[in-house]
């Protein structure tokens, strides 16, 4: 079912792009008991793409399988953000089964960078299974895990003018009171990314929720409306 060639090419043409200097860097930056190749983002992405040409997946089944082998077995930092890189096609944008994926990654990552790199795909799948979908992402709002709950916000950053408000609303509402960092920033950042679509819809949000906003996501919010 895995697609080993595909596995086998990522990890060799990492490799080879290793910079153990830049390597050190990021696994300080990145706060990460994971080792780093110091491979740009940029070059990951490049690689995981001509990988896939060379190799392509079979079905969606297979690129699900090939995904969790990568995400599973990484040793570095960047064969994980490889195995996200897999699902950008046309394989994964619309496949429902690919959620419980996108869901591991985001607890078992459990830092921005897993978590912020499968929002573009929840969102996708939000617009092609919007009930069921917005049944889980409204689940996820309160879930006791905070990136989980992280992800419940940021899913519709793309989503633009098909941004379910209501959603966006409750997601945020429920998690208003919570000090963790990573919260506050993501409600901002969401509603700061819906402004430049619907600035009346977030100046009268924030207006409403004055006194509940946090300082951080407020003034993330507000910058857009700000310019």
Not at 80 to 94: E, F, K, N, S, V
Not at 207 to 227: I, T
Request: proline share 4%; net charge neutral.
């Amino acid at each position: 079912m895995v697609n080993r060639e595909a596995i086998d090419a990522i990890r060799a043409e990492l490799r080879e792009l290793a910079d153990p200097v830049r390597a050190a860097g990021v696994q300080s930056y990145m706060k990460s008991a994971m080792p780093s190749l110091g491979v740009r983002v940029p070059e990951v992405r490049r690689v995981a793409a001509a990988v896939v040409a060379r190799h392509p997946f079979d079905s969606a089944d297979q690129l699900r399988a090939s995904v969790l082998q990568l995400w599973r077995s990484a040793e570095f930092r960047e064969e994980r953000y490889a195995a996200i890189d897999l699902t950008g096609g046309r394989l994964a944008a619309a496949d429902l089964a690919m959620l419980p994926v996108y869901e591991e990654i985001i607890r078992q990552g459990a830092w921005w960078d897993f978590a912020d790199g499968v929002a573009g795909r929840i969102c996708l799948l939000l617009q092609a299974h919007r009930a069921e979908l917005s049944a889980v992402i409204l689940g996820w709002s309160t879930d006791p895990d905070f990136w989980v709950r992280r992800a419940s916000i940021t899913a519709q950053l793309k989503a633009k003018a098909n941004t379910d408000t209501e959603l966006l609303r409750r997601v945020i509402e429920v998690n208003l009171a919570d000090p963790e960092f990573f919260i506050r920033k993501a409600i901002g950042w969401a509603l700061r990314e819906y402004a430049k679509t619907a600035p009346d819809w977030v100046a009268a949000f924030v207006a409403e929720h004055e006194d509940s906003l946090s300082p951080l996501s407020r003034r993330e919010a507000l910058k857009n409306l700000a310019r």
